[in-house]
């Protein structure tokens, strides 16, 4: 049996009590189901209801598209400010941060892949599944961006930092085997996504619920100081790298990866280091 439940516009939910799951679809396909920050506040929302019905066993978390997410709504990215994509990296570092201390399991479907915002939204999975021809990418130093929310810090904690290196570094779609063999994707499927999505949810359901919660976040308080500590640092970096505002010179008239970049020589150390040292230490929200 299956019940709707809230009224969002960007996100549509169903609850399936034979396995006690919330169904989270990202619903707006016309967005590319982009992380816009209407969507980051019902998630905030939706996680915040969750804090406390603890009867509920799992979050599934899937897509509207084909592809997951992009992340960033790329077609739009010369209009945002630096102030404005402060917001969306802040708020997104608090929902990855809160995903990993509900206590129902999380699992994140990634369909056809994802970008940007959206592969470091997945760090907050318990599990993490797509599709076997799925292309995940963390490519935001294509767009003149670092992966502020997580993808440098805690993608380093939750993989080897091997990979976390080459994946930022390249900004490459990702292959199915390093992806599996790193840990970050759990499983996969072709023609059998119903099959494994139903196993594995009935697997969840059949765990005793107390000693499941328990143990999710015995898991995270071992990671507890190096998140905390790795975001701190997320956040001075991408202040840092924002002084040059290269997301914001892309051509209209031109394709998509057609930015006119700010030489490296032209970007003062001194004015980097300046801005690491004197930015004012955040605070992370519990």
Not at 208 to 220: E, N, S, T, Y
Request: with cysteine.
């Amino acid at each position: 049996m299956q019940t709707t439940l809230f009224n969002y516009t960007t996100l549509s939910t169903r609850l399936e009590k034979s396995t006690r799951t919330l169904f989270v679809t990202l619903n707006r396909a016309d967005w590319q189901n982009a992380f816009r920050l209407e969507m980051l506040f019902e998630l905030e929302s939706l996680f915040a209801w969750c804090t406390s019905r603890v009867e509920i066993n799992t979050l599934f978390i899937d897509s509207s598209s084909a592809e997951f997410s992009t992340g960033l709504e790329l077609e739009n990215l010369s209009g945002l400010t630096p102030a404005m994509l402060d917001k969306i990296n802040s708020k997104l570092q608090k929902i990855i941060f809160a995903m990993m201390q509900l206590p129902q399991t999380i699992v994140i479907d990634l369909g056809k892949g994802s970008q940007t915002l959206a592969s470091e939204f997945a760090m907050g999975a318990d599990i993490r599944i797509a599709s076997r021809d799925s292309k995940i990418c963390f490519n935001h130093c294509h767009y003149g961006l670092v992966p502020a929310a997580g993808g440098m810090s805690m993608l380093s904690t939750l993989v080897s930092p091997t990979y976390a290196r080459a994946w930022v570094l390249s900004g490459a779609p990702l292959n199915e085997t390093g992806l599996t063999q790193s840990g970050f994707l759990n499983q996969t499927y072709k023609e059998n996504r119903n099959e494994l999505i139903a196993k594995l949810l009935s697997g969840i359901a059949s765990l005793a619920p107390v000693q499941r919660i328990q143990a999710k976040l015995g898991l995270f308080e071992t990671l507890r100081n190096q998140f905390e500590n790795g975001i701190v640092m997320d956040r001075k970096i991408a202040k840092a790298s924002m002084v040059s505002e290269d997301w914001r010179t892309k051509k209209p008239e031109t394709k998509d990866k057609a930015f006119d970049f700010m030489p490296a020589k032209s970007m003062s150390y001194s004015v980097k280091l300046s801005l690491v040292k004197n930015e004012e230490t955040p605070t992370i929200e519990q």
